[in-house]
C-alpha cells in the first residue's frame, strides 16, 4: 500500500533523483491521497520481503534472489560471482570479556569496534578528576577511545590497547574526528532470563551505493567506505 513520504525521505530523493532514476526511472515516484499526502510504493520490496520470510535467510544467498544480485551486479562491472553469496558463511565468535568494578561487559569483537566501549569505561573507573562532571568525562573518554578505533582488524588487538590509561577530561579535541549522523538505525531489546536481540542496520550513504537491483527493489550498501585504505589495507584486500 506504500508509505507516506517524510520530509526527510523527501530531501533524501531529490537528491539522489540523478542516481536513482539511473537504474529505476520509476522506482521513487509518489502518488497523492486526498491531494495531500504523497505515498511512496515499493512493491518489489515486498515482495523480497515475503521470499525470505517465507524460505528463510538461505533464500538471499542462493536461488533466484542471489542470482538476481549477481546479475545485476555483473551488468555493472562487478566481480562477484554466485558463489560468493552461496559459500557466505557468517562467523558467531565469543564475545570480548572486560571486567570493571563490579561490572561485566562483553562486546562483539574485531572487525567490530565495540570493545571501544568497554575501553573508555575502564578508563573512567576510579578517576577521581576534580571539578569534572562525569557525563563530561564519559563523553571525553569515548572520544579518546575512538582514537584507537583503526587498530581494531583483529581480536589480537584488543589486548594492544594500551589498558589502565585514565581520561583526562579535558575540553574536547576531537581527537578521533568521531561525529554523529542519521544513516545508522539500532535497536536492541532483552528480557528476564538475558536474551539479548540487536538489529543493526546501516548503509553509510543514503541508498548505500545508489546501485539498484530494481526486480529485488533494494540498494546494495557502500559500508566498506568506512575502511581507509591507510590504515585498513589489509582489511580492505
Do not use: C
Request: proline residues 5%.
Amino acid at each position: 500500500d506504500g508509505i507516506s513520504v517524510s520530509s526527510t525521505l523527501s530531501q533524501a530523493l531529490s537528491g539522489s533523483r540523478v542516481a536513482l532514476l539511473q537504474r529505476a526511472p520509476d522506482w521513487h515516484l509518489t502518488r497523492w491521497v486526498d491531494n495531500q499526502t504523497p505515498i511512496v510504493t515499493q512493491p518489489q520490496l515486498a515482495e523480497t520481503l515475503v521470499t525470505l520470510a517465507t524460505f528463510g535467510a538461505r533464500a538471499f544467498y542462493e536461488g533466484d534472489l542471489a542470482h538476481a544480485i549477481i546479475e545485476a551486479a555483473r551488468s555493472d562491472g562487478s566481480l562477484l560471482e554466485i558463489d560468493d553469496l552461496r559459500e557466505h558463511e557468517t562467523p558467531i565468535e565469543l564475545p570480548h570479556v572486560t571486567t570493571i568494578g563490579d561490572w561485566t561487559i562483553e562486546s562483539q569483537p574485531p572487525v567490530s569496534q565495540a570493545a571501544l566501549v568497554a575501553f573508555a569505561l575502564s578508563a573512567v573507573e576510579g578517576n577521581e578528576k576534580v571539578n569534572v562532571p562525569r557525563t563530561h568525562l564519559l563523553t571525553e573518554a569515548i572520544e579518546e577511545g575512538f582514537q584507537w578505533r583503526p587498530s581494531l582488524t583483529e581480536i589480537e588487538a584488543i589486548s594492544r590497547l594500551p589498558w589502565g590509561w585514565k581520561s583526562t577530561g579535558d575540553r574536547a579535541r576531537r581527537l578521533a574526528g568521531a561525529h554523529g549522523t542519521s544513516h545508522t538505525t539500532s535497536v536492541s531489546t532483552s528480557d528476564g532470563n538475558g536474551m539479548v536481540v540487536s538489529l543493526l542496520t546501516s548503509v553509510f550513504h543514503n541508498f548505500g551505493s545508489k546501485f539498484l537491483i530494481p526486480e529485488l527493489g533494494f540498494f546494495l550498501n557502500s559500508r566498506m567506505l568506512a575502511l581507509h585504505a591507510s590504515t585498513h589495507s589489509s582489511t580492505v584486500t
